[in-house]
């Protein structure tokens, strides 16, 4: 029996014992396709030699020492490079351990922005449903995913949402793209004018939304238009890049494809690349000149932050990605994965989408293509998609509730970065028979209702 409080206490995982490149092998020697980094984490696979190098390498060295009392070459050397790698603007990096925490430091940098230049008034969040930025209170606070907030809903600050730049359900019959973006830049604007424009201190957004809309890109001309929002009312642009972020889409920052700089961006998955939990936040230096020009000191801070092995571990990821060019493979291989997408799944009759950029790709299961209609989500063909997938030796990461919270189901990839040719033809064939044998048990369900329906 397990003693870990296990995500779902009743379920039984199997062990994982090793790993090595696109594949993690289990306790009983079964081998797993990993399409999904995980949750888009192992952007270099598994057991990459030389970031386990680096990282013996630092433990050799100084395993830890408090950010109170030191800093360390290593973060130093890994700030260097996320700055020199970062969009215009950004000044400075704030390490953490994770996503949750990157946001959670984001809010805060923003909120303290304020109270340094004397805007005490500003306390205002606005995000986006059907967004995810984590469980911590205020990152689950600043999240759109109503059924995971509901039950802590007591706990969680005032935040503010407008709708996600979705484009397969959002945009309507006969609108245009741009159309849709001014739209879109509409509800924003009247939600500010709604709160008060100078109470308002930061709009938070995915740059590809990741777990809970599946891979969805925002429409052309979105990011200008909420820049230039937020430009007009001094309001902070906050990107949540912790899992499209550090090659993911196939530029370093998937923001870089939207032409907008950011005043904060967090970031983490990809940076470590599971090797060691981190995070960071990367800061605009006009909020550094204001924390500088005031208290000089950022009111926050955990005990790891800036972790010396950690920091190894995402150093030597970003060089690797840096020294072998892998960023054009994210691009090269990308271009590969959704033609191979396109190909079993393009004229399939409960695929309605196909979505994505880079290595960070999606399918939206319907009942019906036509009309869109999803699945009853008492089916969890979501769910049924991971089951049938790790059957397979496929990993896979499907979510429900895409269009809602409770409606729709898509299947997300996000495969390491190293995935080659034979992999992906492997990952689409496996997860064609994962979802045809999903949506068949579901038939087998619906008729099984039917039949005592009718009785
Ligand atoms: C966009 C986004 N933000 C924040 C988080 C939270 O990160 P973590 O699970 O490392 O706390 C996630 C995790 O999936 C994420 O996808």
Known sequence: MTRILHRRT????????????????????KDYIDASSGAAVSCLGHSHPD???????QLDKLAYAHTSFFTTQVAEELADDLV??????????????????AVEAALKLARQYFVERGELQRRHIIARRQSYHGVTLGALATGGREWQRKQFGPLLIETHHVSPAYEYRGRRVGETLQAFAARLAEELEAKIAELGG?????????????ATLGAVPAVPTYFKRVRDICDRHGILLILDEVMCGMGRTGTLHAVEQEGVAPDLIAIA????????????????????????????????GHTYIGHPVACAAALAVQKVIQRDDLLARVRRQGAGLRERLQRAFGSHPNVGDIR??????????????????????ALKLHARIKAEAMARGLMVYPMGGTIDGRKGDHVLLAPPFIVGDADLDEIVSRLAGAVDASIAATRALDSEDLETTES
Do not use: C, N
């Open 10 to 29: 009743t379920h039984s995982y199997p062990a994982a014992a090793s790993g090595q490149g696109a594949f993690i092998r289990d306790a009983a020697g």
């Open 51 to 57: 970031v386990l190098a680096a990282m013996h390498e």
């Open 84 to 101: 020199a790698h970062a969009p215009k603007g950004i000044g400075r990096v704030f390490f953490v351990s994770g996503g949750s925490e």
């Open 198 to 210: 100078d109470t308002v201190m930061g709009f938070v957004a995915e740059t590809v939304v990741g």
């Open 269 to 300: 998955k990809g940076l470590g690349g599971g090797y060691q939990p981190i995070g960071a936040v990367l800061v605009g230096e006009k909020i550094v000149a204001a924390l500088d020009a005031g208290s000089g000191f950022f009111q926050h």
């Open 356 to 377: 994505g950029r880079g290595l960070f790709m999606a399918l939206e299961l319907v009942a019906d293509r036509e009309s869109k209609r999803p699945f009853d989500p």
